[in-house]
Structure formats: structure tokens, C-alpha cells
């Protein structure tokens, strides 16, 4: 466990480091984009290396709680889900978050099918370009019992695409003539990642910035509903058990990630809390469990490192790059399609 919270303390300093050191750089939009993931998996494999070296790593491997730590974070992550978003959002939002989530998602989990693809793999893939990157795929993950070694390749997909990102969108939108507006539900609704979200949108401007928040967390608020849809899915059609005696509703019951339910709560337990006090002090509080959630899903990150095993990503081939490449081509094209037919007369505030 040591070793662990070492590689993590690291982790969470570098992640505050980079960012510093490259403000006001022609590398500060890369710097502010590399996530916790990152670091957390290099050092993670940096430490799996060491350890395996010294003939340590099967011994301490009892540290390694991978599971413990993603599920306690995704409870975490459900304060920052308001669930009055999607009451007070913008219908635009709303309509653009369904369709996209809905179209990319299904010509996601279609290819990766027709490519062969194991079945928790392109679950893994298609959430993570369909929804809002890195957090989808841990929930995913979760909900369908994957393996640590395709959590790791599908963080590191969507890392990789998403940086180039930043640069290349608020490009594009300047080229095609977009107004502020159709640019930040662009960005927001097709770049996976927050993080990266933010930059581009800053890129683009402060009204894009803005219409690109909000477009994302309208799609991150979907989020448990899309882990409840892929428990129901695996429990009862990929995996189905023929167990006697025991019904449908509780073979889901057996196979539903208990921690959606946590999520959900603090959800509601957060919507209720900040409707009751200032802004001031429910930004103070949520900060907090925000910086729980993310030293605990930085501990998850670590194991997974540690827990690595190369074999297994050579098993994968270049096919799940080849999809989650194709998807995020759908996706770009999809979210540009919407943003242009949902946000062009669309007024914020």
C-alpha cells in the first residue's frame, strides 16, 4: 500500500507541476490537457517494472486494490453530477447529448463487433468516445466486469486523441466560419475528455467556453444511465447464466455494480445539499469530495499500472484503435451536424 500512495503523492504533483510550469507556453494547452491517467499509469508501469525486477511485485501485489479505489471514486464523482442539470440546461444541450451519445455509441459497439472485438473492449471503447472519455470508461469498466488491462488501453485512446484536439478543433471552427456559439457545443460535444474540453474551449473563447461546459456535462450527467443500460445488457444477453432457480431480474440483481447505486445517491444527496446553500459553500464542499474522488481514482490509475500486463494489449492488436479512430471520426462529424441544427439561433443565459 505503501508504494502505492508514493507513486500517487507523485502523481498528484505532477499534476499540479506540469500545468505551472508550462503556463503561458506554447505548451500550456498540452500541459493543462495531460490528466491524472497519464502520470498515473506511467509511473504505475514504471514501478511494475522496478518491482518485477526486484522480484517484489507478486508480494506487494496485495496493495494493488484496483477495484476498491475506481469504485469508491465513481461514488465521489456523483457530487459533481447535479442531476438538476438536465432540468435546467438548455434543450439543445439535452437533445444534442442523447442523439450524439446514441449515435456514436452504437456505431462504436457495431465496428468493434465487426472487427471482432471482445465484447467488454468495445464496451470500454464505445463509452469512453461516446460519452466523456476517461470517467466513462472506468464506469464502463465497472458495469461490465472488464479486465484492468483494457481500462488501462482505453484511457490511453483517449488521451491520445484527445490532445491533438485542443489545437485542431478551435482551428477547424475559425476555418469553417462557426460563430462562438455552434464552436462550443462542437468542442463539448465531441471532445471525450473535460479537461481537454476546457482548454479547447478557451481556445476558442470565454461564449464558447461556456456553451462547450455545458454541453459536456450534460453528457457526463448520462453517465449512470448508460452503466445501468450496460450492467442490464451483459448480465442478461452477453454473460446470461442458466442458473436454477434464479430469475432474470436476479441474475441483474447478482451481476449490478453495486457502487451506481452510491453514485446515484451522492448525486441527489449533492443536487439536494446545493440547493439549500450559497454558492459559495456548496463550491467549497464539492471541491472537497472532488479532491477525494481524484486521489482515489489516481490510486486506481497506479494499480492498474503496477497490475500491467504487456501480453495482453499485444493480444488486442491494432483493432481497437482502429474503431475508437473510425468513432471519433462519427463523432466529430455527428456533433458538428447537431451543433450547426441545434445551437445556430441558440441564445445562452
Do not use: H
Not at 503523492?9 to 490528466?35: D, H, N, Q
Not at 434464479?246 to 443536487?271: E, M, N
Not at 446545493?274 to 494499480?303: E, H, Q
Request: glycine content about 10%; proline content about 3%.
Amino acid at each position: 500500500m505503501l508504494v502505492v500512495l508514493v507513486l500517487a503523492a507523485v502523481t498528484r504533483w505532477l499534476g499540479k507541476a506540469v500545468p505551472e510550469a508550462t503556463e503561458g507556453t506554447s505548451w500550456e494547452g498540452v500541459g493543462a490537457a495531460l490528466e491524472f491517467p497519464v502520470y498515473a499509469i506511467l509511473l504505475g508501469l514504471l514501478g511494475n517494472a522496478v518491482l518485477s525486477a526486484t522480484g517484489l511485485r507478486d508480494r506487494l501485489a496485495g496493495g494493488f486494490r484496483t477495484e476498491f479505489f475506481i469504485k469508491t471514486g465513481l461514488v465521489l464523482l456523483g457530487a459533481s453530477i447535479n442531476l438538476a442539470v438536465i432540468v435546467k440546461a438548455a434543450g439543445p444541450a439535452v437533445a444534442q447529448s442523447v442523439v450524439l451519445i446514441s449515435v456514436v455509441f452504437g456505431f462504436s459497439w457495431w465496428l468493434g463487433g465487426r472487427l471482432g472485438l471482445d465484447d467488454k473492449l468495445r464496451a470500454l471503447l464505445s463509452a469512453a468516445v461516446a460519452i466523456c472519455g476517461v470517467s466513462a470508461a472506468i464506469a464502463a469498466a465497472g458495469a461490465v466486469q472488464a479486465r484492468r488491462e483494457q481500462l488501462a488501453y482505453s484511457a490511453s485512446l483517449v488521451i491520445a486523441f484527445a490532445l491533438p484536439s485542443i489545437f485542431v478543433l478551435p482551428w477547424a471552427a475559425g476555418v469553417l466560419g462557426l460563430d462562438p456559439v455552434v464552436t462550443g457545443a462542437w468542442l463539448g460535444g465531441n471532445i471525450d475528455t473535460t479537461a481537454a474540453v476546457t482548454a479547447a474551449g478557451a481556445i476558442a473563447g470565454e461564449e464558447s467556453l461556456q456553451i462547450a461546459t455545458i454541453v459536456k456535462v450534460t453528457q457526463n450527467a448520462l453517465l449512470g444511465v448508460v452503466a445501468v443500460a450496460l450492467t442490464a445488457y451483459f448480465a442478461l444477453k452477453v454473460e446470461r447464466r442458466a442458473t436454477t432457480g434464479t430469475s432474470a431480474a436476479g441474475q441483474l440483481w447478482q451481476r449490478f455494480p453495486k457502487f451506481v447505486l452510491g453514485f446515484l445517491a451522492t448525486s441527489i444527496a449533492a443536487t439536494v445539499y446545493l440547493n439549500t446553500v450559497d454558492a459559495a459553500t456548496g463550491k467549497a464542499a464539492v471541491g472537497v469530495v472532488n479532491d477525494l474522488r481524484t486521489w482515489f481514482l489516481i490510486l486506481a490509475f497506479v494499480s492498474i499500472g503496477l497490475e500491467f500486463r504487456a501480453r495482453d494489449l499485444r493480444e488486442a492488436g491494432w483493432r481497437p484503435v482502429g474503431v475508437f479512430a473510425a468513432a471519433t471520426a462519427v463523432n466529430l462529424l455527428a456533433a458538428l451536424g447537431l451543433a450547426v441544427v441545434l445551437f445556430s439561433d441558440f441564445q445562452p443565459g
